[in-house]
């Protein structure tokens, strides 16, 4: 079996198991490949790679596909990253939810001026939070939730016990303190949470994006953020990266980190462990994990 992959720590490759050839992007490439591994973003590499090298599996390491999608030929599959990135996202979301409760910014802002700036704090315990999206990394932001005893209200594609779907959102938007975007962007998705959504929102509550920026129509949104209608806390935005002069930089009432909740210490161990399960599917001939199928 080859592999054709960017660069990544020794420790990624360590667990696979005996034969596997791995062959690196900065490399003469080879005419085929079992699995190829497209670094994150880079469009214009995976399309000649797609075109040069006859390739059977395509494996991102990001969970959503909307970025490869389009570049991907007919009959090559498809799979995404999902449960890489669970436990460093949930534990954004936590961040965000907490930071904007106990209002961080404020106080950082005091801490700067050297100003002693005391006053009562809003509770995480007993909030009302929608997770609109409810895969992996959705089922591991609940799980970090529960224990603040917050009420959870998880909305999917699909109804089952206890998941409502976006029909209910017209009578769970005015409900929820929080809502936090865990979406991937498809053509249903894209701009969701537009004028409506937001003037749905209950007045004052947070919107958390750890999904992706086109989920949300940014104009609306600047604008529910001036009227102080809703607070935000957004590691993806919409254009992205966002230009040093977007208004969404200066907004009132937002905090905004550059795309990095999934990004932490332990990547490369979550990826060794999610390859070596996937290469030992493909070699034994078992079903792969995580296939791509109605764009997600």
Not at 91 to 104: F, P, S
Request: glycine letters at 8%.
């Amino acid at each position: 079996m080859r592999i054709l992959a960017p660069r990544l720590r020794e420790e990624v490759w360590a667990a696979l198991p005996e034969g596997v050839e791995v062959r690196f992007l900065d490399e003469p490439w080879p005419k085929a490949c079992d699995l190829f591994i497209p670094p994150y973003g880079q469009e214009e590499v995976v399309r000649r790679v797609l075109e040069e090298v006859e390739v059977k599996v395509v494996q991102t390491l990001s969970a959503g596909v909307d970025w490869i999608l389009p570049l991907v030929p007919e009959g090559v599959v498809l799979c995404d990253g999902s449960g890489i990135h669970d436990a460093p996202v949930a534990e954004w979301v936590v961040l965000a939810l907490l930071a904007l409760l106990k209002d961080l910014s404020g106080f950082l802002e005091a801490q700067k001026e050297g100003r002693w700036a005391p006053r009562r704090l809003s509770d995480l315990e007993g909030k009302r939070v929608l997770l609109l999206g409810y895969g992996s990394i959705g089922k591991a932001v609940a799980e970090r939730l529960r224990p603040f005893g917050v009420a959870l209200f998880p909305v999917a594609r699909h109804p089952r016990p206890g998941v409502y779907t976006r029909e209910d959102l017209p009578a769970l938007l005015p409900r929820a303190d929080a809502v936090v975007l865990l979406l991937p962007l498809t053509p249903e998705t894209r701009g969701i949470v537009d004028r409506d959504f937001l003037a749905r929102m209950k007045e004052g509550a947070l919107l958390v994006n750890a999904g992706r920026g086109g989920l949300v129509d940014t104009e609306a949104l600047l604008e529910a953020l001036e009227a102080g209608r809703v607070r935000a806390f957004l590691d993806v935005t919409d254009p992205e990266p966002l230009p040093r002069d977007h208004p969404l930089w200066r907004a009132r009432g937002v905090v905004i980190t550059p795309h990095v909740a999934g990004l932490s210490e332990g990547f490369s161990r979550r990826v060794a462990r999610f390859l070596a399960e996937q290469v030992g599917r493909y070699l034994r001939g078992e079903p792969l994990l995580n296939v791509v199928r109605e764009g997600y």
